[in-house]
Nanobody
Framework: QVQLVESGGGLVQAGGSLRLSCAAS????????MGWFRQTPGKEREFVAR????????NYADSVKGRFTISRDNAKNTVYLQMNNLKPEDTAVYYC?????????????????WGQGTQVTVSS
């Protein structure tokens, strides 16, 4: 069975950095878009970033553009999210996901596999 496991979350001060990792198992996803989403209590899951199967194309939410970088290592079946200059509003549970079927990579409903999430908390 497919499993996605996020790691790297934690508590950081505003202006600091974290790198999240998402390790996939059960299948390889070198041909699939992978994405990062985030969610706070009582709110819908929102798009953060996505990367194409080859790594050749990336897209970011306006709120993180210039601060976050998504990357992947297909040899390790892993996707990363480098987060720099973190702000308190970045506080959320961060999830990685795989788009295994056709759909909009901005929409959480288009993604087929999800990790359990990792908490990122940014203090002032």
């Amino acid at each position: 069975q497919v499993q996605l496991v996020e790691s790297g979350g934690g508590l950081v001060q505003a202006g600091g950095s974290l790198r999240l990792s998402c390790a996939a198992s059960g299948r390889t996803f070198s041909s699939n878009t992978m994405g990062w989403f985030r969610q706070t209590p009582g709110k819908e899951r929102e798009f953060v970033a996505r990367i194409s199967g080859s790594g050749g194309r990336t897209n970011y939410a306006d709120s993180v553009k210039g601060r976050f970088t998504i990357s992947r290592d297909n040899a390790k079946n892993t996707v990363y999210l480098q987060m720099n200059n973190l702000k308190p509003e970045d506080t959320a549970v961060y999830y990685c996901a795989v788009l295994a079927t056709a759909g909009s990579f901005y929409s959480p409903g288009s993604y087929d596999y999800w990790g359990q999430g990792t908490q990122v908390t940014v203090s002032s």
